[in-house]
T-cell receptor
Framework: AQTVTQSQPEMSVQEAETVTLSCTYDTSESDYYLFWYKQPPSRQMILVIRQEAYKQQNATENRFSVNFQKAAKSFSLKISDSQLGDAAMYFCAYRRTLNFGNEKLTFGTGTRLTIIP | DAGVTQSPTHLIKTRGQQVTLRCSPKSGHDTVSWYQQALGQGPQFIFQYYEEEERQRGNFPDRFSGHQFPNYSSELNVNALLLGDSALYLC??????????????FGSGTRLTVV
């Protein structure tokens, strides 16, 4: 079974600084998707960034970027120029691609990010 | 374009009772998944519905059941509620043809408290 591990229960960063959230996963599959979701107090899971395992290039979305190390099964999220609105729970998630369209997401336990003004 | 809508937002039930939670997927989506998120934890997959059939199921007892209607909306039913069923229940929708590449669109959840 696939597992996702987030070893940092809490992180904090000064506003405008950079922070990196860690995620490791375990799978025997070669093709899969990885995601970072943000969950603010409103409770809705919001997709931040995604990575296809077959792509070597790291995904980037504005201030958010990932460091995807497939051999090490590591998928960290870097947030640059942190803003107060970035404060939330961040979840790393894994999804395999074998069952087209219908595969479940496996989540980590989350990292609570606090932004210090 | 409406996102995923869940109702009710909060619910308090007594141990042993039954509860029904509802979800309307994002417009254009045809697949609905349900997740249970205990306090301080990541969401855990309950089951997924596509074409009105349960396609995948996580490690949850038969007390948890669901249904998908022809308009793609879905219900989650929990029988014989236990205190441990207290959690945030999230609904997520997707379009099967996208192959999951865009992840899922989540609702804001139903907070269920069992007393």
């Amino acid at each position: 079974a696939q597992t996702v591990t987030q070893s940092q229960p809490e992180m904090s960063v000064q506003e405008a600084e950079t922070v990196t959230l860690s995620c490791t996963y375990d799978t025997s599959e070669s093709d899969y998707y990885l995601f970072w979701y943000k969950q603010p107090p409103s409770r809705q899971m919001i997709l931040v960034i995604r990575q296809e395992a077959y792509k070597q290039q790291n995904a980037t979305e504005n201030r958010f970027s990932v460091n995807f190390q497939k051999a090490a099964k590591s998928f960290s999220l870097k947030i640059s120029d942190s803003q107060l609105g970035d404060a939330a729970m961040y979840f790393c998630a894994y999804r395999r691609t074998l069952n087209f369209g219908n595969e479940k997401l496996t989540f980590g336990t989350g990292t609570r990010l606090t932004i210090i003004p | 374009d409406a996102g995923v809508t869940q109702s009710p937002t909060h619910l308090i039930k007594t141990r042993g009772q039954q509860v029904t939670l509802r979800c309307s997927p994002k417009s254009g989506h045809d697949t609905v998944s349900w997740y249970q998120q205990a306090l301080g934890q990541g969401p855990q997959f309950i089951f997924q519905y596509y074409e009105e059939e349960e396609r995948q199921r996580g490690n949850f007892p038969d007390r948890f059941s669901g249904h998908q209607f022809p308009n793609y909306s879905s219900e989650l039913n929990v029988n014989a509620l236990l205190l441990g069923d207290s959690a945030l229940y999230l609904c997520a929708s997707s379009l099967v043809q996208e192959g999951g590449i865009y992840g899922y669109t989540f609702g804001s959840g139903t907070r269920l408290t069992v007393v």
